[in-house]
T-cell receptor, first 116, second 111 residues
């Protein structure tokens, strides 16, 4: 089944304890992206990757890191989480963005993170 | 940033058509209009996208104004399952991978 998977689905942690949220897709997609969703603020893009080894900042990258060492995986790293990073996180993937043309994005089920 | 504006909420009755508007006055010639929706407790899902002319698929229709500064997502017969938050996004050559979703329109469907 074609899908985007995220792990963990739920995580409660404490301030300053490094964590990684994994994202994996099995559709051979070039484009991957991370979003966070907060009440009243909608979906905001954190980082995106146009292809392997190519990543760039979205609208709210502060406090996050990403890597794209292989096509299927795009982990989100919080080196020193803080309470304001408590949020619902979504990973998404799509076929390549070429000449500004975006394809249908497939979203994962989300990861609910609470930082105490 | 490419910004769209949508009403905060709309209501409809089951089996009636729904027209969800979106304004994108800053759209450039290479930007497409994309629509996604998010059902309760789920990740967003793709609905439809288009550039200039109207588009149809099994889920909905997209009507794009001639000047491209606005568009309307049309659900021909709303069902209870269509109750969701609908996001209109403009994205294209100037975005280079960046996507701005905005707050979307909460659609309520009454039985």
């Amino acid at each position: 089944e074609a899908q985007v998977t995220q792990n963990p689905r739920y995580l409660i942690t404490v301030t300053g304890k490094k964590l990684t949220v994994t994202c994996s897709q099995n559709m051979n997609h070039e484009y991957m992206s991370w979003y966070r969703q907060d009440p009243g603020l909608g979906l905001r893009q954190i980082y995106y990757s146009m292809n392997v080894e190519v990543t760039d900042k979205g609208d709210v990258p502060e406090g996050y890191k990403v890597s794209r060492k292989e096509k299927r995986n795009f982990p989100l790293i919080l080196e020193s989480p803080s309470p304001n990073q408590t949020s619902l996180y979504f990973c998404a993937s799509s076929l390549a963005v070429l000449a500004g043309v975006y394809n249908e994005q497939f979203f994962g089920p989300g990861t609910r993170l609470t930082v105490l | 940033d490419a910004k769209t504006t949508q009403p905060n909420s709309m209501e409809s009755n089951e089996e009636e058509p729904v027209h969800l508007p979106c304004n994108h006055s800053t759209i450039s010639g290479t930007d497409y209009i994309h629509w996604y929706r998010q059902l309760p407790s789920q990740g967003p899902e793709y609905v439809i996208h288009g550039l200039t002319s109207n588009v149809n698929n099994r889920m909905a229709s997209l009507a794009i104004a001639e000047d491209r500064k606005s568009s309307t997502l049309i659900l021909h017969r709303a069902t209870l399952r269509d109750a969701a938050v609908y996001y209109c996004i403009q994205a294209g050559g100037t975005s280079y991978g960046k996507l701005t979703f905005g707050q979307g329109t909460i659609l309520t469907v009454h039985p």
